[in-house]
Every structure is written in C-alpha cells, then in structure tokens.
C-alpha cells in the first residue's frame, strides 16, 4: 500500500501564496487519478482538486483561477500551488488516492493558515 506524505504548509497572510506536496513512497506513475482534500475547522473534509496521471486537471469552483496542481511522476510528487489566498482557504490539507485509482491511500495533512 503506498504511503502519502503531504509537507509545505504554514502561515501566511492573505493574498499570499504557498506550495504544497504530496510525496509517495511508491511509484506514482500508473495511478491515474490523485485529489487533493482540504478541511476547515468544524467542516467536512471537500475536494479541492485533482489530477490525472496525463497531467490534466479539475479544481473546484471555489480556488479555480488562484490554485494549479501538477504532478512529477519521476519524483512520485503532486504540487498544490495556491496563490491569492484567502482566510477561508485555512485548513488542513491532504492527498489523496481514491480507491478506484489503487486506492485508499491518505497523508498526514498539512496544516495552512491564512491570517493577517
């Protein structure tokens, strides 16, 4: 089972910006499909985005235009790149693999607070 570990999180005020990894302990370059998850105190855990193992890519509605993933299958890396961000973008962050890609697998998560 592939193991998941989410690192680059931190403070950081708003308008700001951070990356995000996700680093596998295992080759990542058949999975085909990887999410990145976020949840905010006191809410349910909600997608923010994915990707394909072909590179393409869907986020939600709510950091469509400030937020990209991409993914370095040699380095077995996904990148969450979050720019402009927003006090309502605090949360922990995770990755993830859905069991209909080789999955459940989760991370840790990473802690992100946008504060001023």
């Known amino acids: 089972q592939v193991q998941l570990m989410e690192s680059g999180g931190g403070l950081v005020q708003p308008g700001g910006s951070l990356t995000l990894s996700c680093t596998a302990s295992?080759?990542?370059?058949?999975?085909?499909?990887i999410h990145w998850y976020r949840q905010a105190p006191e809410k349910q855990r909600e997608l923010v985005g994915l990707i394909s193992n072909l590179g393409s890519t869907t986020l939600v509605d709510a950091v469509k235009g400030r937020f990209t993933i991409s993914r370095n299958n040699a380095k077995n890396t996904v990148i969450l790149r979050m720019n402009r961000l927003k006090p309502e973008d605090t949360a922990v962050y995770y990755c993830?693999?859905?069991?209909?890609?080789?999955?459940?697998?989760w991370g840790q998560g990473t802690q992100v607070t946008v504060s001023s």
């Open positions: 295992a080759s990542i370059m058949d999975v085909p499909v």
């Open positions: 993830n693999i859905p069991a209909y890609s080789g999955g459940p697998a």
